[in-house]
């Protein structure tokens, strides 16, 4: 992890500052993952679509299946895809003894706001569409692909849908009005977010729309149902209070929440699996709280 912070400053960060496009920016991450990023033995992906939506179901051989983990890639609402994921999606749905669909939801600033929040909740729709049971899918996700988990939830507690039977959200982004206390009190010591990019993505996001709205800014949302929750955070990130806030609001409305605050580690650290003990770590923590929540698959 040491090294990670290192290459995250030196490297990634000023990459983020520098480089304007985009485009660049998104083939840059692609091939970021092609050269450090190694899949699992055994994984297997077949390309599909969901509710409408395109993304690619995610499998390793052998494992069994008991359910559905939506994952939700991250990359500040522009950026991402679910090849620069697979290599972490895989494990992860593995250990929780899942089958994995990550979907290409579209991205901004071509598709502006509500754009990936609908394309998430369609997603979701769509496992229900296609008879899989809602007690056992599990919606997770990365930063911004955190922010549009907990935003399902959100959407979710305030219709008639069936709850789902877990979320796990890593490094979210939950507050888009980037007034929380740790944007500043953790600029200097977050080794990978560069604040002006983080800025312009979001705004490229949201697109003028109101930051308080719920299905931009969760922690603005009520949730009169909710399920088991679980928060995994870097306590240097300046996303921190992010994570805070949401869990204080789930708390508030009755919901089963554990966060976890992880010392040392970057933004959306689990993506490093394979490569660090802390990746792995937060992997097999979000696999067992998963089955905890979940339970037997025939109970």
Same mark, same amino acid.
């Given at each position: 992890?040491? @090294?990670?912070?290192?290459? #995250?400053?030196?490297?990634?960060k000023?990459?983020l ?7 660049v920016l998104?083939?840059l ?11 699992p033995?055994?994984l297997?992906?077949?390309a ?6 395109p993304?690619?179901?995610?499998v390793?051989?052998g494992?069994t299946?008991?359910?559905?983990l ?5 990359g500040?609402?522009v950026?991402?895809?679910?090849a620069g ?18 979907p290409?939801?579209r991205?901004?600033?071509e598709?502006?706001?509500p754009a ?8 979701y $729709?769509?496992l229900?569409?296609l ?15 955190a922010g549009l988990?907990?935003s399902?939830?959100?959407d979710?507690? =305030?219709?008639?849908?069936p709850?789902?039977?877990?979320? @796990?959200?890593?490094?979210?982004i ?5 007034e #929380?206390?740790?944007?500043? /009190? ?12 983080g ?6 996001y949201? #697109?003028? =729309?109101?930051? $308080? ?13 909710t399920?088991?929750?679980?928060l995994?955070?870097?306590a ?8 805070r806030?949401? =869990? ?6 009755? /919901?089963? @929440?554990?966060? $976890?605050?992880w010392p040392? @580690?970057i933004h ?8 660090v003990?802390?990746?792995? /770590? =937060?992997?097999?923590?979000? #696999?067992?709280f998963?089955?905890?929540a ?6």
């Open positions: 992890m040491r @090294v990670a912070r290192i290459v #995250a400053r030196t490297v990634q000023p990459a500052v520098i480089v304007r496009s985009n485009r998104r083939g991450f692609d091939l970021n993952a092609r050269v450090f990023h190694r899949h033995r055994g297997r992906q077949e599909g679509r969901v509710g409408g939506v993304g690619v179901w995610i390793t051989d494992q299946e008991t359910g559905i939506l994952y939700l890639h991250g500040g609402f950026l991402g895809s679910v994921y697979a290599h972490m999606i895989g494990p992860m749905a593995a250990q929780a003894g899942l089958r994995a669909w990550a290409s939801y991205l901004a600033p598709h502006p706001f990936a929040a609908d394309d998430a909740l369609a997603s $729709r769509g229900l569409e008879g899989h049971d809602p007690a056992r899918i599990v919606l997770a996700g990365d930063s911004a692909g988990a907990l399902i939830l959100a979710i507690a =305030a219709s008639d849908l709850m789902p039977g877990a979320v @796990v959200a890593i490094s979210a939950a507050d888009m009005t980037l #929380a206390a740790s944007l500043r /009190a953790n600029v200097r010591r977050d080794p990978l977010i560069a604040p002006g990019w800025q312009r993505s979001l705004e490229a949201r #697109a003028g =729309a109101d930051p $308080r709205t719920p299905r931009l800014s969760p922690i603005f949302a009520r949730f009169p149902r399920c088991p929750v679980l995994q955070v870097g240097e990130e300046m996303l921190l209070d992010d994570s806030t949401m =869990a204080d609001v789930l708390r508030r409305d009755g /919901a089963p @929440v554990s966060l $976890r605050i040392g @580690v959306s650290w689990p993506i490093l699996c394979g490569l003990p802390e990746a792995d /770590a =937060a992997i097999a923590e979000a #696999a067992a998963v089955r905890r979940l339970g037997p698959a025939d109970a």
